[in-house]
């Protein structure tokens, strides 16, 4: 008796996260895309081809003229971003935080790091990216797991699966 009353304790919980989710149930299924895929910045609208890349943690973007300055008493940064059809955009954007880089063979060296909107199929993301010089590499955007966490799948066999559209979200931090 105690054993069955037991079993139906359990269950009623178990039968609530079935039903109603647990969180992640009641989201959308993650995005399946290629190893490479177009990416929009919004709301600058800037195209860019980049790396989706699960080996890397954190998300970077090919910057130049990287710029700090201080408005409001406190520190943003201004940088230019190319995209591969000459299209230019001058960001400026608060300094989120700085990240240390350690390079194998080199000093440990600093980067500032700016939240920026991205899209990635109909997938809007609001994620930290680093400003590096990405100009030797093939793809001026590398996106890591953490903006990719939950929300897409990275099939190495495919490139391009879908295009970035998300007109009228609103960027998740998720």
Known sequence: MLVRRFH??????????????????LNADPAVMGWIERVRIHPEDLLMEAKLDTGARNTSIDAADIVEFTRGGKKW???????????????????????????????????????????????????????????HLNYPLLVGRSAMKGKVIVDPSREFIKEPICRGQKPGTG
């Open 8 to 25: 139906k304790l359990l269950l009623l919980p178990t039968l609530a996260i079935l039903l109603l989710g647990s969180g992640s149930a």
């Open 77 to 135: 940064v201004r940088f230019n971003v190319s995209n591969r059809k000459g299209r230019t955009v001058t960001f400026e954007r608060p300094i989120f935080r700085i990240a240390w880089i350690k390079r194998s063979a080199t000093k440990t060296t600093p980067r500032p790091v700016v939240m920026l909107p991205l899209c990635i199929g109909n997938v809007l993301r609001e994620v930290e990216v680093n400003l590096a010089k990405r100009s």
